[in-house]
């Protein structure tokens, strides 16, 4: 795998904490219900010991993939962006020119994304199209409903 992926100081502290708690929590959970399925005996009929080895499984593999993207991670501070255009960690408010309303995004890394929360990655159809434009530009997106258009109203700083 190659390059950075950025995280803002918040996003790369959830993800090493959720790491921590994997380690020193989960693992040893699973690694405590395999021991006691394994002593069920024959292994080959046991549903909770196979059920225990494939959420380790599932666990080890999320472990790597944290474990990676810590690894590969660049922590962009406030210093490092500017608001004079739509970047990673910019809350753009936008008006929706089709339905007359105003809608607002924060984009941020694939890592941290979070629709709920109107955080979405700089990835996403809405946020590569969104990357770059300034206070006034108008954007078509194709998304699979449809084409959105937006203007660009406002752009801030997000961290």
């Known amino acids: 795998m190659g390059g950075f992926i ?3 100081q918040e996003g790369y502290d959830k993800l090493k904490k959720e790491l921590e ?8 959970e699973i ?5 006691e399925a394994r002593d069920f005996g024959d292994l080959r009929e046991n549903a909770e010991y196979h059920a225990a080895k494939e959420a380790m499984a599932l666990l080890e593999n999320r472990i790597a993939q944290l474990e ?14 500017s608001d004079d255009q739509v970047s990673i960690y910019t ?18 890394s ?5 629709f709920k929360q109107k955080k979405i990655s700089t990835t996403s159809p809405v946020g590569k199209a969104l990357l770059g434009k300034k206070v ?22 997000s961290i």
């Open 6 to 8: 950025y995280l803002s």
């Open 136 to 157: 006034g530009d108008v954007v078509e997106i194709q998304v699979p409903a449809g084409t959105l258009r937006y203007e660009v109203l406002e752009i801030k700083l």
């Open 31 to 35: 690694a405590q219900k395999i021991s």
């Open 110 to 114: 694939p890592e941290e994304s979070d």
């Open 21 to 28: 708690e994997l380690k020193s929590v989960k693992r040893p």
């Open 68 to 81: 990676e993207t810590l690894r590969r991670a660049k922590i962009i501070n406030k210093k490092d962006l």
């Open 91 to 108: 809350t753009v408010l936008l008006k929706d020119l089709v339905r007359n309303q105003e809608v607002q995004y924060t984009l941020v």
